[in-house]
């Protein structure tokens, strides 16, 4: 049998801008933002008290992921295009021939190639099974175990990523 727990819920949110490059330099869309909502399953076998993982552990550290993404410019430190300097405090982006300032404390370098939804709802994924790992909330080795993270960028318009 196959068991598992979906995570829904209003404060599984959060408002960042990006922006998105269309595989040439020159073709990078306006910084913008979104509400993104995040939804979770895990999908795995029972442990002996009969659960999959803890909900409330498993709740937090998604909450946890969402807060740390909340009010940030996303910025895609993987691209093969886009630099990124961080001095005093200041990360400088350039794509050129943009080039974009931001204080560090409003950015998130996440580890994509692209800020596209579809990579941020990887990134969370990735992230979200890293956090269960290292607090050791899987009972079998991970690997029994399936992620989906469903990540909306605007009302009806969703990615999913299975892992």
Not at 33 to 54: M, S, T
Not at 110 to 130: D, G, H, S
């Amino acid at each position: 049998m196959q068991h598992a727990i979906r995570f829904e819920n209003d404060s599984l949110y959060f408002s960042a801008s990006h922006f998105i490059t269309f595989g040439e330099p020159e073709k990078v869309e306006a910084l913008h933002g979104h509400n993104f909502k995040v939804r979770a399953e895990v999908a795995g076998p029972l442990n002996d008290q009969l659960c999959v993982i803890d909900f409330i552990a498993a709740f937090d550290t998604l909450k946890h992921i969402c807060e740390q993404l909340m009010h940030k410019v996303l910025i895609p430190k993987e691209h093969d295009f886009i630099k990124c300097t961080i001095r005093k405090g200041i990360v400088e982006v350039s794509i050129p021939p943009l080039q974009w300032s931001f204080p560090e404390y409003d950015t998130c370098l996440l580890p994509v190639k692209n800020t596209t939804t579809e990579a941020i709802a990887e990134y969370i994924a990735v992230t979200f099974r890293q956090n269960l790992e290292e607090m050791k909330a899987f009972h079998q080795p991970s690997s029994r175990y399936s992620i989906t993270v469903y990540l909306e960028e605007s009302p009806g318009m969703w990615a999913v990523c299975r892992s």
